[in-house]
């Protein structure tokens, strides 16, 4: 079992960055399938971006030029690094976890999923709330 907690998120105006941090209470890499997903009101949780066990990222189309994502071993932290941030990026971000490596699916399978790729992920932090004025 794993406990996450995310930080870093925060209100921000458009063009702008933030890098959430999601800190986990056991050793991430080479054990867990990490992901990012984000909600924004009245809609569903989408999936933002992955990172395998062995390192490797997966991301959203809509976001893969502007939006990083890495690991500090030591740490045990997953970041999510934000760049050119627009309105519609306004949400709750969500880190998430799950024992089964590899990722199960790739974030243009988990997009495609919906609603139902959450089940792929056992573990989720509390969330940390994004806002992108304009």
């Known amino acids: 079992q794993v406990q996450l907690v995310e930080s870093g998120g925060g209100s921000v105006q458009a063009g702008g960055s933030l890098r959430l941090s999601c800190a986990a209470s056991?050793?991430?890499?080479?054990?867990?399938?990490m992901a990012w997903f984000r909600q924004a009101p009245g809609k569903e949780r989408e999936g933002v971006a992955l990172m395998n066990a062995t390192g490797t990222t997966s991301y959203t189309y809509f976001n893969k030029d502007r939006f990083t994502v890495s690991l500090d071993n030591a740490k045990n932290t997953l970041y999510l690094e934000m760049n050119s941030l627009k309105p519609e990026d306004t949400a709750m971000y969500y880190c998430?976890?799950?024992?089964?490596?590899?990722?199960?699916?790739?974030?243009?399978?988990?997009?495609?999923?919906?609603?139902?790729?959450?089940?792929?992920?056992?573990?989720w932090g509390q969330g940390t709330q994004v806002t992108v004025s304009s």
């Open positions: 998430a976890a799950d024992p089964r490596i590899p990722c199960l699916s790739s974030m243009a399978t988990i997009q495609a999923l919906g609603v139902l790729a959450l089940n792929e992920y056992r573990y």
């Open positions: 056991a050793q991430i890499a080479g054990t867990y399938c």
